[in-house]
């Protein structure tokens, strides 16, 4: 049996996708977070699309869970993805996350504190 850790929720705003992760995060919870998001890239047909990813209230992640988020943003480098906007406070979170995930260095990719800064840089892009 295996059991998720961390809540989240992925929803599509026209071309925008809102991911927002909430707890600590196991290899479970990372891979349902993309495997919802993979369907919602998959069911734009090609389109482009926007990310935004709030991040403010993660608590961490397990060393799996990262992999499983590298593995994702790899695949993710191969769409049609314009740009992605990442709401975080925790510069800890932030430093691992990148030290972890470095599929994302060659994203178009930005750091906020909140979410209304990152909508209007993503709306921009």
């Not at 510069?91 to 906020?112: G, H, L, M, R, T």
């Amino acid at each position: 049996m295996t059991v998720e850790h961390g809540y989240n929720t992925i929803i599509l705003k026209e071309n925008i996708i809102h991911i927002t992760l909430i707890g600590s995060f196991n290899e479970y919870g990372a891979n349902d977070v993309s495997q919802k998001t993979k369907a919602i890239i998959n069911s734009l047909n090609q389109k482009s699309f926007l990310i935004l990813a709030n991040l403010s209230n993660l608590n961490g992640a397990t060393p799996e869970a990262f992999n499983t988020s590298n593995e994702f943003n790899l695949w993710l480098n191969s769409q049609n993805m314009v740009a992605k906007a990442i709401v975080i406070t925790s510069q800890v979170i932030k430093n691992i996350d990148q030290q972890w995930v470095p599929s994302k260095a060659c994203q178009n990719i930005e750091y906020f504190d909140n979410e209304y800064d990152a909508l209007i840089w993503l709306k921009k892009q």
